[in-house]
């Protein structure tokens, strides 16, 4: 609604534009029950209508029961829109508290040092100087060196701290890409499980196909080919490679969860095998620090790097300027390896004992795929209800789950082990076997 | 290059190709002076070669001068490179520090209390629960909540939280709302100036125009119509909004700076005039607190909203978690309210006086362009040089000025008077005229 300000149209007429607008904005809850009404003053000052107006409308609104005055305070919405057939976008059912969590993506509350992290976020916050201006495009300089020299040690890549992106998570650095590498025009995705990242390609117009080799991106997770954390090969690795030079098209190399993977040698990344030459690589650390912490980077190949140079003026950088002065000091401090450390650890002890409660508790009557890599274990059990009816049960008794798969008879569900603590694994695989 | 790991290879060519990757490596520069090699068992391990290969070829890089070893502590590379004639990208000139500068968009160091920021921060921080897990991909709902309070008492703009969406700045906004909108095909923008906007506009296919009131999307600023702080009348307003709703388009409310417009009654947004039909409003924080906290929000109008919901799932968000905490508790607790009427006065205080050094210096040889709102001015001044030799012989006397426009015989300059302290606003100007 638009408020005309002509003088010459009645008072009325004003004053009734006014009560609709309000009265549509409660009913409709977009002024939500118990919110504060603007003041008589700042109303009247804002819609440049008198405070007359203003009032009379406040007035019938109150009348109808729609506003409450409130002495020395002034109008509140009153619950009346409650008593209306609720907006469908607020109709949730009351469900119990989550007991377990086996559908969870966040990290173990034990896995993480926050009093370590805090200290080096209170030191970055002491450089008032560098948190007065904004953060260079691409990311922080130093951050950026101190992760080529990372990625040197990780993961034997080689590449110039100008060949470095960062950005506040993956989506974010797809932004960026996708624009540069337009005229590859279709995508090719392991599964469509990652939709924040097929959105992005779809958004910018690519044509997105799952397990399709002859697409002109390769989106691929070495590490994390399935959800129960299958890797992919090396000899796989040399053949993807072989393949997409051949055909002049990209790998886009998401190193999600690498460090987790359980081997005595991780197996080389694509990056590192290709040379830089085709291959874009990202690595994230939400999962090995906190979810919260939304920093990602990108490794761009020399062509790729040459055309984002060119762009880079034209983007902001996303990722916290505060954080990303924290992260560089705490992996130059040594503490990202520390923490890689202790995670294989946990969740390599966490995943065994996972296996075993599964074992007592569900026998032969069960199969199990588990990955050399990652958090979670595909458990395929018998089963007379369907996956998403098995779903909804287990959330009323307070477990949640995650369903990967489902053939008459059987359902296959993802167990992740990363949140829910290792005492619970018994319990909550009872409550699943009482279920069934 | 890619390793074939075939045995019938002889060693001899594996040697080769590794020398080869390596040494074209430390030519490119890719592979920095002074940075540490791989430990040949690393480099073997992961490029799956045996150990003597490897050392086979850094023999033959030492011998070359490409590396050298270092007792105890493995290969480094030399400074070969820098021998060699630079690449392009590294090529820039050597400028003394800036001493004054009049083209920052920072803010001055005397107006955030950094103190209490970090008392917010870390208290943020002590929710190692809530740090744990991801974050809700549309902001986090205290903070959305928060958000809507805030600007229904700042801009009488009546909004339900479901209809915010908060991200790491502008552009992560656009990310989102673009491809919800690409129906409307064409953008408008008021000046050239905002690349960061018109290119996420352009990347997802956009016709981008400027000044052109028959587009699909009309973008603006209404408090910074120029870069000198002009607004945006209320009766021009009104009309933007009636041509707007007639053609069915969209208009983008960029609300930047309204918090700095000097008048008694600050004027009505346009998202509050149009009762939230048919408009988008965009509001961040950066130049309100500090330029690295990378937070912003939209309030999507009942379609877009509705449209958004069904796609909130497929976007992550950008703005950090502990971030969101903080600031959440920060503004709940009067204290951007605070911290705005502080820079209210310090800005307008600060460009009272630059008016006056410009006085003093230019006298009436000059011309002084100023807005309602803002931080900034445009000075015309009389100049034998052109804008882009006046810029370039300034930045070598350590003075960062940006240029607006130029004519025959004079130059107009955007001065900023958000970092630089006042007491050099008077050095400053004399060293500007100096240079004319």
């Given at each position: 609604m638009i408020f005309t300000f002509d003088n010459s149209e009645n008072?009325?007429?004003?004053y009734l534009q006014v009560y609709h607008y309000y009265r549509d904005l409660i009913l409709s809850r977009r002024l939500p029950p118990g919110s504060r009404m603007p003041s008589l003053r700042t109303c009247a000052r804002d819609l440049h209508l008198s405070r007359t107006t203003v009032e009379s409308a406040y007035l019938q609104l109150a009348a109808d029961g729609y506003i409450v005055s409130r002495a020395q305070s002034g109008y509140y919405v009153t619950d009346i829109a409650r008593q209306q057939p609720s907006p469908p976008?607020?109709?949730?059912?009351?469900?119990?508290?989550?007991?377990y969590n086996f559908a969870s993506s966040g990290v173990d509350r034990e896995s993480f040092r926050f009093d370590l992290w805090q200290r080096y976020l209170k030191s970055a916050l002491r450089q008032n100087d560098r948190l007065l201006s904004y953060g260079?495009?691409?990311?922080?300089?130093?951050?950026?060196?101190?992760?080529?020299d990372y990625v040197r040690q990780g993961r034997n890549i080689t590449c110039s701290p100008d060949d470095i992106v960062i950005g506040a998570g993956v989506q974010s650095l797809l932004h960026i890409l996708c624009p540069l590498i337009r005229d590859k025009k279709t995508v090719s995705f392991p599964t469509s499980s990652f939709i924040q990242g097929s959105t992005v390609f779809s958004d910018y117009g690519f044509d997105v196909r799952y397990r399709n080799k002859d697409s002109g991106v390769i989106y691929v997770s070495p590490a994390h080919m399935t959800k129960w954390g299958e890797i992919m090969p090396v000899s796989r690795r040399m053949e993807l490679l072989r393949h997409v030079r051949e055909r002049n098209s990209l790998i886009i190399e998401d190193d999600f969860e690498n460090e987790f993977v359980y081997l005595q040698k991780p197996t080389p990344s694509l990056f590192s095998l290709s040379g830089g030459r085709g291959v874009v690589y990202i690595g994230s650390f939400s999962r090995l620090l906190l979810p919260?912490?939304?920093?990602?980077?990108?490794?761009?190949p020399p062509e790729l790097s040459e055309a984002y140079r060119k762009k880079s003026a034209c983007y902001n950088q996303t990722a916290s300027k505060a954080e990303q002065i924290a992260l560089c000091q705490f992996i130059r401090d040594g503490h990202l390896g520390a923490q890689i450390r202790r995670l294989k650890r946990l969740y390599s002890a966490k995943m065994k004992q996972l296996l075993a409660e599964i074992q007592n508790v569900f026998g032969s009557g069960c199969r199990v795929?588990?990955?050399a890599a990652g958090t979670a274990l595909a458990l395929t059990i018998p089963s007379s209800r369907s996956g998403s009816e098995l779903k909804k049960t287990a959330?009323?008794?307070?477990?949640?789950?995650?369903?990967?798969?489902?053939?008459?008879?059987?359902?296959?569900?993802?167990?992740?082990?990363?949140?829910i603590p290792s005492e619970d694994f018994r319990p909550a695989c009872e409550l699943l076997k009482k279920l069934l």
């Open positions: 008072k009325e007429h004003l976008k607020s109709q949730k059912p009351e469900l119990p508290p989550v007991r260079e495009p691409q990311g922080e300089a130093d951050f950026r060196q101190v992760l080529s919260s912490i939304r920093i990602s980077f990108m490794i761009l795929q588990v990955g959330r009323a008794e307070g477990l949640r789950l995650e369903i990967l798969e489902e053939a008459s008879g059987s359902v296959t569900l993802l167990l992740s082990c990363s949140a």
